[in-house]
Antibody
Framework: QVQLVESGGGLVKPGGSLRLSCAAS????????MSWIRQAPGKGLEWVSY????????YYADSVKGRFTISRDNAKNSLYLQMNSLRAEDTAVYYC???????????WGQGTLVTVSS | QSVLTQPPSVSGAPGQRVTISCTGS?????????VHWYQQLPGTAPKLLIY???NRPSGVPDRFSGSKSGTSASLAITGLQAEDEADYYC????????????FGGGTKLTVL
């Protein structure tokens, strides 16, 4: 069965950095587009970043452009999100999700909490 | 503010039918992009409920149905059950500058 397991969240000071990982299993990872989606405490869902199956096409939400970098390692069935210059408003649960047909998100991980606070 | 607009809350008694609306614009739903729906039970990750406007993934009961017309879409839940109490989100794609996958603000469904 499809499984996505995020890790790497935690408490970081404003201006700091964090790298999230997402381990995929149960499907051919290299065949699928992937995205990161976040949810601030008590708030709705916000798409953060997308990467194509080969990694050649990448998109970011304006709110994170220039600060976050998405990447993937198809040999390791893993997705990553490097987050730099973190701000308080980046505090959220970060989900990795499989982006079926680049259209909808058919499988989600359990999420990892990132807290940006001094 | 979310690109797609949903009512903050809806409620219904067990067995009743409720609908949740999702209103977009000419750059997303009105441009012909499909609408998808997710259910988020308390303390859990979102789960795909409806894709491609009206299609149910395997395992989703046929009590859940979706439709789309013009710049709006709707999720209908019939035969309401206590376990349906959750947050529901619509999602589409937006062709505006620097906006891609967009979500509604979410609707909290309370089963009375």
């Amino acid at each position: 069965q499809v499984q996505l397991v995020e890790s790497g969240g935690g408490l970081v000071k404003p201006g700091g950095s964090l790298r999230l990982s997402c381990a995929a299993s149960g499907f051919t990872f290299s065949d699928y587009y992937m995205s990161w989606i976040r949810q601030a405490p008590g708030k709705g869902l916000e798409w953060v970043s997308y990467i194509s199956s080969s990694g050649s096409t990448i998109y970011y939400a304006d709110s994170v452009k220039g600060r976050f970098t998405i990447s993937r390692d198809n040999a390791k069935n893993s997705l990553y999100l490097q987050m730099n210059s973190l701000r308080a408003e980046d505090t959220a649960v970060y989900y990795c999700a499989r982006n079926d047909y680049g259209d909808f998100f058919d499988y989600w991980g359990q999420g990892t909490l990132v807290t940006v606070s001094s | 503010q979310s690109v797609l607009t949903q009512p903050p809350s809806v409620s219904g008694a067990p067995g009743q039918r409720v609908t949740i609306s999702c209103t977009g614009s000419s750059s997303n739903i009105g441009a012909g992009y499909d609408v998808h729906w997710y259910q988020q039970l308390p303390g859990t990750a979102p789960k795909l409920l409806i894709y491609g406007n009206s299609n149910r993934p395997s395992g989703v009961p046929d009590r859940f149905s979706g439709s789309k017309s013009g710049t709006s879409a709707s999720l209908a839940i019939t035969g309401l059950q206590a376990e349906d109490e959750a947050d529901y989100y619509c999602q589409s794609y937006d062709s505006s500058l620097s906006v891609y996958w967009v979500f509604g603000g979410g609707t909290k469904l309370t089963v009375l």
